[in-house]
């Protein structure tokens, strides 16, 4: 994911959010130049265009319609008005072409079903259709399926107007 998401091999400037101060709790030391801040991902209370990059990691596919539109619009704003500037999404996945992807993807909804507090998260998710709509163009897709959940990345610009 970092190679999509940068070309230098660390930012001098880097900001994370979350809305749950008991996981920002479990942040460690973090380098120089880099913090993280109590916020809403659908509203966060950083300047306009202040980012090259913004990555949203497990995140989307949590959210409703609704609330995954409004987080892509803050990426879009956050996002400077350069070719260079890009948005990294991670996702839950399961690749539904394959028979492997389709059984994942079967047991992975029904848990979410089952047992919505505790497997919820877990509900795949391909959000290329959500970052058309909120004025993103996907230029690169990898899947993860190496270790830990089945993942989906996308590289995306924001369409320039």
Known sequence: MHALASRDPRPAVAIGVDRSAGMLARVG????GWSA??????????EDAVADVVVCSYLL???AAEDRAA????????LAPRP???LV???VWADRRR????LADGMLRALARARPAAWGALAPLDPTDDLRAAGFTPARRVVLPRGGYPSLVILAHPRLS
């Open 29 to 32: 030391e973090l380098p120089a």
């Open 99 to 102: 028979l492997g992807g389709r």
């Open 71 to 78: 987080v892509l619009a803050e990426a879009r704003r956050l």
């Open 37 to 46: 801040k109590l916020a809403d991902a659908r509203d966060t209370p950083l």
């Open 84 to 86: 260079a500037s890009r």
């Open 61 to 63: 596919h949590v959210l």
């Open 89 to 91: 999404i991670v996702t």
